[in-house]
């Protein structure tokens, strides 16, 4: 689910952000796929199976002289690419749901040949029931409207024929219904549920499963709080969320083993918290490996960024939150959030407010190529040196180290780099920053 609202707070570490260079052990040939010349803003966006296709939300520029539409609409796309097989851009942009609904959360059905998924109302009313988090100067408001439905498109275009796409229910129950994604086969559709008799002062989502082959609902995630946003493990074995399960607005990420029976998910064994701390962590999304999440952070000095935090399946997720280890993955200033791979872990896209001209863009679409060198354990293992020097060097306006004018060293110490940048100048005393494996800078002396 993408924000109605951001506020978002500028980073307060000053960091003139290279965000190309520090993104680059693990990202290369970034592409922005949508821009303000079309969309005033596009987000949370999911491949179809065979990475040809995504689905997005957007709000479309409106004529000169007309105001834009006040809920998100969803869309398709196909990704085209160069001879080399890089992504370059979208075309075939087509909208797939009803002029003036409400529309959250697309998702391909696989073995469902041009039929998408999201939360949408339809041609209903979309009543202003807003709730959501807030920390620090950063709010965040989300719209849980009781007409919305779990609603399917059937799309021509996505099999090269014409005709407009259609969204209908493809279940109705009393209350929000969205959040929606799937396992591989398509027969099992998690979603988030909001009984408006539950609790009537703040929206509290439970997570159900739609088991599509016996119409049959199943609840699988219902403590009091908010719990939503979920998405199946890669062996369809256990499901990641994010909670407000403190009741603190301090989303937290939790996966839960599932119990199955006879193939079928009826409960859950197990319930782990993957994050535990001061921050709102959200859009938790699992790695083709099963081995590490992807998520959005509101993180200690900056604004929202994408980290990846390591998983432990082989023992029941069990692991601390505390001692799990996990990795800053975003660099730019402004909003990275809602991070998704496609099926084989090569592209990773997400909804960013960098911007390539000069003015803070509102939220557009990104996509990354992985770079193909990158182990698993690359997404969890410390920053690089280089990665520490280029932050500490950015955040304290340093020249770059491959200068003559300054030399820098990075030293391991602990759980964080000791980074030392030197002047040519032997009458300037060197300056010291301590930079931890989320990003963070504190300079530890003043310099001249």
Same mark, same amino acid.
């Given at each position: 689910?993408?924000?109605?609202?951001?506020?978002?707070?500028?980073?307060?570490?000053?960091?003139?952000?290279?965000?190309?260079?520090?993104?680059?052990?693990?990202?290369?040939?970034?592409?922005?796929?949508?821009?303000?010349?079309?969309?005033?803003?596009?987000?949370?966006?999911?491949?179809?199976?065979?990475?040809?296709?995504?689905?997005?939300?957007?709000?479309?520029?409106?004529?000169? !002289?007309?105001?834009?539409?006040?809920?998100?609409?969803?869309?398709?796309?196909?990704?085209?690419?160069?001879?080399?097989?890089? @992504?370059?851009?979208?075309?075939?942009?087509?909208?797939?749901?009803?002029?003036?609904?409400?529309?959250?959360?697309?998702?391909?059905?696989?073995?469902?040949? !041009?039929?998408?998924?999201?939360?949408?109302?339809?041609?209903?009313?979309?009543?202003?029931?807003?709730?959501?988090?807030?920390?620090?100067?950063?709010?965040?408001?989300?719209?849980?409207?009781?007409?919305?439905?779990?609603?399917?498109?059937?799309?021509?275009?996505?099999?090269?024929?014409?005709?407009?796409?259609?969204?209908?229910?493809?279940?109705?129950?009393?209350?929000?219904?969205?959040?929606?994604?799937?396992?591989?086969?398509?027969? %099992?559709?998690?979603?988030?549920?909001?009984?408006? $008799?539950? $609790?009537?002062?703040?929206?509290?989502?439970?997570? %159900?499963?739609?088991?599509?082959?016996?119409?049959?609902?199943?609840?699988?995630?219902?403590?009091?709080?908010?719990?939503?946003?979920?998405?199946?493990?890669?062996?369809?074995?256990?499901?990641?969320?994010?909670?407000?399960?403190?009741?603190?607005?301090?989303?937290?990420?939790?996966?839960?083993?599932?119990?199955?029976?006879?193939?079928?998910?009826? !409960?859950?064994?197990?319930?782990?918290?993957?994050?535990?701390? !001061?921050?709102?962590?959200?859009?938790?999304?699992?790695?083709?490996?099963?081995?590490?999440? @992807?998520?959005?952070?509101?993180?200690?000095?900056?604004?929202?960024?994408?980290?990846?935090?390591?998983?432990?399946?082989?023992?029941?997720?069990?692991?601390?939150?505390?001692?799990?280890?996990?990795?800053?993955?975003?660099?730019?200033?402004? %909003?990275?959030?809602?991070?998704? %791979?496609?099926?084989?872990?090569?592209?990773?896209?997400?909804?960013?407010?960098?911007?390539?001209?000069?003015?803070?863009?509102?939220?557009?679409?990104?996509?990354?190529?992985?770079?193909?060198?990158?182990?698993?354990?690359?997404?969890?293992?410390?920053?690089?040196?280089?990665?520490?020097?280029?932050?500490?060097?950015?955040?304290?306006?340093?020249?770059?180290?491959?200068?003559?004018?300054?030399?820098?060293?990075?030293?391991?110490?602990?759980?964080?780099?000791?980074?030392?940048?030197?002047?040519?100048?032997?009458?300037?005393?060197?300056?010291?920053?301590?930079?931890?494996?989320?990003?963070?800078?504190?300079?530890?002396?003043?310099?001249?």
């Amino acid at each position: 689910m993408v924000p109605i609202a951001v506020v978002a707070a500028a980073c307060s570490c000053g960091i003139a952000q290279d965000w190309r260079s520090l993104e680059a052990p693990l990202l290369t040939n970034h592409v922005q796929l949508t821009d303000a010349s079309r969309f005033l803003k596009a987000g949370e966006a999911y491949f179809n199976p065979d990475s040809t296709w995504i689905i997005f939300q957007a709000i479309p520029r409106p004529p000169e !002289g007309e105001e834009a539409d006040p809920h998100y609409s969803m869309y398709v796309a196909h990704l085209v690419r160069n001879d080399a097989g890089e @992504v370059t851009g979208l075309d075939s942009i087509t909208r797939v749901s009803h002029p003036g609904s409400a529309n959250t959360c697309g998702w391909f059905v696989p073995r469902w040949p !041009g039929v998408v998924m999201f939360g949408s109302t339809n041609d209903g009313q979309v009543e202003d029931t807003r709730s959501g988090f807030q920390v620090k100067d950063r709010k965040y408001l989300w719209q849980f409207p009781r007409s919305m439905d779990v609603s399917v498109a059937f799309v021509p275009k996505m099999l090269g024929s014409e005709g407009a796409a259609e969204s209908r229910p493809l279940f109705s129950r009393d209350g929000y219904d969205a959040e929606c994604s799937s396992t591989t086969d398509g027969r %099992f559709i998690l979603y988030a549920h909001v009984d408006p $008799n539950k $609790n009537p002062e703040k929206p509290d989502a439970d997570i %159900f499963v739609y088991d599509v082959r016996r119409n049959q609902h199943v609840p699988l995630v219902v403590a009091d709080g908010y719990d939503g946003g979920p998405f199946f493990s890669p062996d369809g074995q256990s499901i990641c969320y994010r909670s407000d399960r403190q009741g603190n607005d301090l989303l937290q990420l939790f996966v839960a083993e599932l119990r199955m029976v006879d193939g079928r998910p009826t !409960g859950i064994i197990s319930e782990h918290a993957i994050t535990d701390d !001061g921050y709102v962590n959200w859009a938790p999304f699992f790695h083709p490996s099963g081995k590490f999440l @992807v998520y959005a952070s509101s993180g200690k000095y900056h604004s929202y960024d994408v980290f990846a935090i390591e998983l432990d399946p082989e023992n029941g997720y069990a692991t601390p939150p505390e001692t799990r280890r996990k990795r800053r993955i975003t660099f730019a200033e402004g %909003f990275d959030g809602l991070p998704a %791979f496609n099926s084989d872990g090569s592209l990773m896209m997400w909804t960013s407010q960098r911007t390539l001209g000069d003015d803070r863009a509102e939220s557009q679409l990104w996509l990354a190529r992985v770079n193909p060198g990158a182990a698993v354990t690359d997404w969890t293992d410390p920053l690089s040196s280089e990665q520490a020097i280029d932050l500490a060097r950015l955040s304290i306006g340093a020249p770059d180290p491959g200068s003559a004018s300054m030399t820098a060293t990075a030293q391991r110490v602990d759980a964080h780099w000791l980074v030392t940048l030197s002047s040519a100048d032997p009458a300037e005393p060197p300056i010291q920053c301590t930079v931890d494996d989320e990003g963070n800078v504190e300079r530890l002396t003043s310099g001249t």
